[in-house]
């Protein structure tokens, strides 16, 4: 049995394999848009965070593979659950993850797992303790949805690169931060980095300062991943040099980890980057770039009207792929 936790545990064919099932899929759509391949199976899928795209692509795309999606989070009449080990559950859960894990999977076939950090402690966050609960309590397969990681997202936009680019290899990949006001979570940053590495990008990630430099543990991932094809990260604070023959721009909002936690003098740095807006004067930069944004995204914050309406924007386009790949990875995992 295998989960899809993270881009990392699996091969760049395996995902490719992947991809290229969501594209045959999405070729069919018009003609086929319902299959068997999930016949009378059950996905449950757990928010334990707000979700438009992720909830509306998964529900659907168990329904049009055969399966049934039963959705679930706290607001819906779950029970609090508990994550550690070993504690006296004195407290507001009235369940553990093990008996959750263990009963959904009696019922189900497949678990779906939403959970952001706490945004308290990062060092806690980082252990992605809901996510791995679930994991190794359960005895069927666990789909992340987005923890500290968002590995559907990119597939999905890698997906849609391919579809406007081909052949990934040697793109200028940019991820850009931008500004929001106030701190968000880094999973898809930490993915986007590792999937444009993983595919044979060369991935720049342009922040404004040191203290926004990502985790270590997806910085080595996608240093080694650029590696072996011959790439190299490069971490820039330069907008120009960043986005200067850029092929791909990719536009994410993100807290300063140092200042997780504690989230006060972090704003005084934020409010000072606000022209890290992606703009037509930085996408001239480019090599007439494609660019896009996970969304949902605030207009005129992190990018103006004129280049998130352009036609060289890919979001709609990766936001519709979320459907087909998914519908790939759950046949995947069933296989």
């Not at 936790?5 to 099932?21: G, H, K, R």
């Not at 993850?97 to 950090?117: H, N, Q, T, W």
């Not at 931060?177 to 342009?206: D, R």
Request: aromatic share 8%.
């Amino acid at each position: 049995m295998k989960h899809f936790l993270n881009t990392a545990d699996w091969s760049q064919p395996d995902l490719q394999a992947m991809i290229d099932d969501a594209r045959a899929m999405k070729a069919a759509a018009s003609d086929a848009p319902r299959g068997d391949a999930l016949k009378d199976k059950t996905v449950a899928l757990l928010f334990l965070n707000n979700s438009l795209r992720t909830r509306t692509s998964f529900d659907v795309g168990a329904r049009q593979l055969g399966a049934h999606a039963v959705v679930l989070s706290p607001s819906g009449g779950m029970w609090p659950l508990e994550f550690e080990d070993g504690v006296v559950m004195d407290g507001e859960a009235e369940e553990h993850v093990k008996e959750a894990a263990k009963v959904l999977s009696r019922y189900c076939d497949m678990i779906g797992i939403r959970a952001f950090p706490k945004f308290q402690d990062w060092q806690e966050d980082c252990k992605d303790k809901i996510l791995n609960a679930f994991a190794r309590y359960a005895d069927v397969p666990v789909i992340n949805m987005e923890t500290i990681t968002h590995p559907c997202q990119e597939m999905a936009h890698v997906m849609a690169l391919q579809e406007r680019l081909g052949p990934l290899d040697g793109k200028k990949f940019v991820l850009t931060w931008t500004y929001h006001p106030k701190p968000l979570n880094t999973a898809v940053a930490n993915s986007a980095l590792m999937i444009a590495a993983k595919f044979g990008m060369q991935p720049t990630l342009l922040c404004p300062t040191e203290d926004y430099i990502l985790d270590d543990r997806y910085i080595e991932q996608a240093s080694k991943d650029a590696r072996g094809h011959g790439a190299a990260l490069t971490i820039s604070h330069n907008v120009g040099e960043a986005y200067a023959d850029a092929d791909v721009v990719y536009a994410k909002s993100w807290g300063a980890l140092p200042y997780f936690g504690n989230w006060g003098p972090e704003k005084k740095i934020r409010d000072a980057f606000k022209h890290f807006i992606v703009d037509e004067e930085k996408m001239a930069l480019t090599n007439k770039a494609l660019v896009s944004h996970c969304l949902p995204m605030r207009r005129n914050v992190k990018m103006t009207d004129a280049v998130f309406d352009s036609a060289n924007c890919i979001a709609y386009d990766e936001a519709e792929n979320r459907l087909h790949v998914q519908k790939a990875i759950m046949k995947a995992l069933m296989s």
